[in-house]
């Protein structure tokens, strides 16, 4: 049967020899025999369990955790576990990362956006980026809600003109009245805006909010602290927190 010295162990799996050393001194595979000379001594058996845990570290395990597994008499089921949790941590790894690389790419464009480039645009991108998500949520749950309501008013509509009724129009009107104020209730009380003179985060009134001229990302607004009239970027603001 072939042995392998320390150095041999290791060129075969592509590791130190001081690697070799270290996994020996932890007790995660100690050699088979020694020399006369003293030196260690590695069988096949210890090759293939070299590679073992060499495959092992690189899907992230820690050393101890797999110093353990060796030890077991029937690791298999044990390794299957660990593997799955691993997969799991370093797919939220990946998902973090990207959620990283996502945020920076939109300050790199608010940057580039800016007309000028100060620390309170930093502040003003950072501020926009981290309700970015909740702000969509809700504006597609305003957009759900509201599918119902439309569906009521042409089948009211076409109601009326085909059948002459006109109460199912009615129930629309007051429907559409009641999911109206709603609606903008709880819009409303989960954004606030960003002057672009101050740069400080305000909530302005309901009946200015409401009435205001608007794009899909700002509205025209009189910041609560510096009276500054204009367009004013909206962001997330949860006043139920």
């Keep these: 049967m072939s042995q392998y010295t320390t150095g041999e162990l290791a060129k075969a799996c592509g590791v130190t020899v001081r690697t070799v050393q270290f996994y020996d001194q932890k007790g995660v595979l100690m050699p088979s025999a020694l020399s006369e000379g003293g030196r ?6 210890d090759l293939k369990k070299m ?25 298999g089921s044990v390794i299957s576990i660990l593997l799955e949790q691993q997969e799991r941590i370093l797919l939220d790894e ?41 702000l969509k949520t809700m ?47 709880y819009y409303f009380n989960h954004v606030k805006y960003i002057c672009p003179e101050c740069h400080e985060v305000f909530k302005p009134t309901l009946k200015e909010a409401f009435w205001a001229n608007h794009t899909p990302t700002t509205r025209k607004l009189t910041c609560t602290a510096c009276g500054h009239k204009g367009f004013c970027v909206e962001v997330w603001g949860d006043d139920s927190k």
């Design 51 to 75: 590679k073992i845990i060499c495959f092992l570290r690189e899907t992230g395990l820690t050393l101890d955790t797999i110093g353990q597994l060796m030890k077991e008499e029937n690791p």
């Design 40 to 45: 260690r001594l590695y069988s096949e058996n």
């Design 94 to 134: 990946i998902k973090e990362r990207r959620d990283k690389l996502q945020r920076l790419d939109e300050l790199k464009k608010g940057v580039k956006n800016a007309a000028t480039f100060t620390i309170e645009t930093i502040g003003d991108i950072a501020k926009l980026m981290e309700g970015k998500k909740k």
């Design 139 to 185: 504006r597609w749950m305003m957009i759900l809600t509201g599918i119902p309501v439309t569906a009521l008013q042409w089948f009211a509509i076409i109601f009326w003109i085909v059948r002459g009724i006109w109460w199912p129009f009615i129930v629309w009107v007051v429907t559409a009245v009641i999911w109206g104020i709603l609606v903008s209730h």
